[in-house]
Each structure stands twice: as structure tokens, then as C-alpha cells.
């Protein structure tokens, strides 16, 4: 398995602004992914981000809006930008470990937009 | 495109009985791989059981069994003797081979209470 932590756990934040999530893994992992699941919905991918080249955005996300940094093999930040309503949700940050396509998870960030 | 419908919003069992939670997909790839994921309150996403699918045998973990159908495309999980802290939603999943590494497709999930 793996260990991986972010933060914050949980924020209210305002309409307009921009929030930064944060994602530590326990070891160097070459692929990461970050998942968002709105209230009451299943997980639906966001991007992918490896280390040394900008993210890959799924159909219906994007960079502007989900601005993606991996600044090393076990780090990873997620930016969301402007933010409405719409944008509360949990944010999952994954990992793979194996070469079985397995995906192991964070503990999330709940943003909730007021 | 590939789809995982799970067709049971909600289930419940009673404490040390045996539950079964469903599971369908659909795809045209010959090699895969499907999982069962639970996300409790806390809302962290733990993984319970995985299942390649060029493996006739079922896969098992302890309480938890799968019963993989490839041909029907069904990937069900039993829960033997149920325990209160295995209330939970659970999510089947389904992750393609080399070529779409990382994006799982999701179910809708499946709500799971015990009662004691």
C-alpha cells in the first residue's frame, strides 16, 4: 500500500478564490492522480501528473481552471482556481503502486464553496 | 468506452450474516483489472480487494471474496460475516491495462449498513 497525506482535510472557502491542495507521499512514486468526487457522486479523474512535465487533463477539466505542479517524485499540488458552488467536492489525490494499475488514495480534501 | 454500473444504491445485513454486492461492466480490452474500493465516513478511499482479469480464480482477503464472471462481465463482492465497522459505501471499479494507467472508472457506488 501506501501512505499519502494532504492537506487541507477540510476548507470553506469563498466564491472568487483559489485554494491549493497538497499531497505528500511516503515514497517516490512516478505517476500521480488527482480525482474529484462531487457530493453524492462517484470518483471521476481530474489529471495525471508525473514529475518533469505538465499534467494530463481528462475530457471536461482543465488547466486553467485545475492547475496541476509535481515538483518531485513524491510531491504533488492541485490548484482549485475561481471557485464556484459547483467546486465543492472532495479531492482525492492517488498514487499507483504496481504494475496491476492498482490506485491507492489520500484521505481527501473537502472544499466546500460559499 | 468502458462502464461500471453497480445496481444496488443501498443494502443492509445484519451483523455476522453474509452480504453480496453487485457489480456489471462493460469493455471490449482482453486485459484489465477490477477492484473493490471502500470509502467509509471518513471518506478516505481503501482499497479491499483486486482482481485481474486474466485470472480464472477468485480473488480473497480475508472476509471478502469476489465472484469474477468474465464472460457475463459481473465482479460481485461477498462480505462473510459482517461486522458493524464494515458499514460503508462501496465502489467497483475498473482500470484497463498498460494503456490507461491510473484512470479507474467508477461505479455509482452502493451503500452498505450493518445492523446490529
Known amino acids: 500500500s501506501a501512505v499519502i497525506s494532504q492537506k487541507p482535510s477540510r476548507d470553506i472557502c469563498q466564491r472568487g478564490t483559489s485554494l491549493t491542495i497538497q499531497c505528500q507521499v511516503d515514497?517516490?512514486?512516478?505517476?500521480m492522480f488527482w480525482y474529484r468526487q462531487q457530493p453524492g457522486q462517484s470518483l471521476t479523474l481530474i489529471a495525471t501528473?508525473?514529475?518533469?512535465?505538465?499534467?494530463?487533463?481528462e475530457s471536461g477539466f482543465v488547466i486553467d481552471k485545475f492547475p496541476i505542479s509535481r515538483p518531485n517524485l513524491t510531491f504533488s499540488t492541485l490548484t482549485v482556481s475561481n471557485m464556484s458552488p459547483e467546486d465543492s467536492s472532495i479531492y482525492l489525490c492517488?498514487?499507483?503502486?504496481?504494475?496491476?494499475?492498482?490506485?491507492?488514495f489520500g484521505e481527501g480534501s473537502w472544499l466546500t464553496v460559499v | 468506452a468502458q462502464t461500471v454500473t453497480q445496481s444496488q444504491p443501498e443494502m443492509s445485513v445484519q451483523e455476522a450474516e453474509t452480504v453480496t454486492l453487485s457489480c456489471t461492466y462493460d469493455?471490449?480490452?482482453?486485459?484489465?483489472?477490477l477492484f473493490w474500493y471502500k470509502q467509509p465516513p471518513s471518506r478516505q478511499m481503501i482499497l479491499v480487494i483486486r482482481?485481474?482479469?486474466?485470472?480464472?480464480q477468485n480473488a480473497t482477503e480475508n472476509r471478502f471474496s469476489v465472484n469474477f464472471q468474465k464472460a457475463a462481465k459481473s465482479f460481485s463482492l461477498k462480505i462473510s460475516d459482517s461486522q458493524l465497522g464494515d458499514a460503508a459505501m462501496y465502489f467497483c471499479?475498473?482500470?484497463?491495462?498498460?494503456?490507461?494507467?491510473?484512470?479507474?472508472?467508477f461505479g455509482k457506488g452502493t451503500k452498505l449498513s450493518v445492523k446490529p
Open positions: 482482481q485481474e482479469a486474466y485470472k480464472q
Open positions: 501528473a508525473n514529475q518533469g512535465s505538465e499534467a494530463t487533463y
Open positions: 469493455t471490449s480490452e482482453s486485459d484489465y483489472y
Open positions: 515514497s517516490q512514486v512516478t505517476m
Open positions: 492517488s498514487v499507483q503502486r504496481d504494475a496491476k494499475n492498482t490506485i491507492y
Open positions: 471499479a475498473y482500470g484497463g491495462g498498460s494503456g490507461s494507467q491510473g484512470n479507474l472508472i
